[in-house]
Nanobody, 116 residues
Framework: QVQLVESGGGLVQAGGSLRLSCTASRSIFRLRTMAWYRQAPGKQRDLVAAITSGGTTNYADPVKGRFTISRDNAKNTVYLQMNSLKFEDTAVYYC??????????WGQGTQVTVSS
């Protein structure tokens, strides 16, 4: 099983930027997909962005053009660069990994708060 640790959350004003990091306990090269999800209070957990082992990315419509997901295989880390942040981006952000065996792992989450 792979362990994931997120970091980089915090408080930022609307229009600002943050970069989230998700570091895995083992090589991410052999992970099928890594993704970021978010969950606002009282709402379901939704996909924000995902990246496959081959580098293919996809984004949720609300973040297209503002967020960028990337991976550094040498550092076993996936990043989420968030620009032009909006109040509605406020949520707990979770890192997720899907292994080659199709098992799923989650990080503990990191809080992102955008003040309007």
């Amino acid at each position: 099983q792979v362990q994931l640790v997120e970091s980089g959350g915090g408080l930022v004003q609307a229009g600002g930027s943050l970069r989230l990091s998700c570091t895995a306990s083992r090589s991410i090269f052999r992970l099928r997909t890594m993704a970021w999800y978010r969950q606002a209070p009282g709402k379901q957990r939704d996909l924000v962005a995902a990246i496959t082992s081959g580098g293919t990315t996809n984004y949720a419509d609300p973040v297209k053009g503002r967020f960028t997901i990337s991976r550094d295989n040498a550092k076993n880390t996936v990043y989420l660069q968030m620009n032009s942040l909006k109040f509605e981006d406020t949520a707990v952000y979770y890192c997720n990994a899907i292994t080659l065996e199709f098992t799923s792992a989650w990080g503990q989450g990191t809080q992102v708060t955008v003040s309007s």
